[in-house]
């Protein structure tokens, strides 16, 4: 059953296709200290639940924000 929603492209999925930004605390950079105030500032937070699309959009789009931030 799709029961889950993508908080960002809206898309139904299943529970266990869930993604949420605390898988970001497995990368060394961005920091997820970092990454977790880039988006606070975007209003997601560590329960939002994502589809894998949209999470590896957001996991490149916090990765060019840290480069820009560190260039
Ligand atoms: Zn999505």
Known sequence: MKNA???KCL???QQKDIY???QFQYRKIPTYKWSLNFFKKLEI???DSFCEKCITEYAEKSKEGWDKLKA
């Open 11 to 13: 898309n139904k999925f």
């Open 45 to 47: 937070n560590e329960w």
């Open 20 to 22: 949420t930004i605390q």
């Open 5 to 7: 929603e993508c908080k």
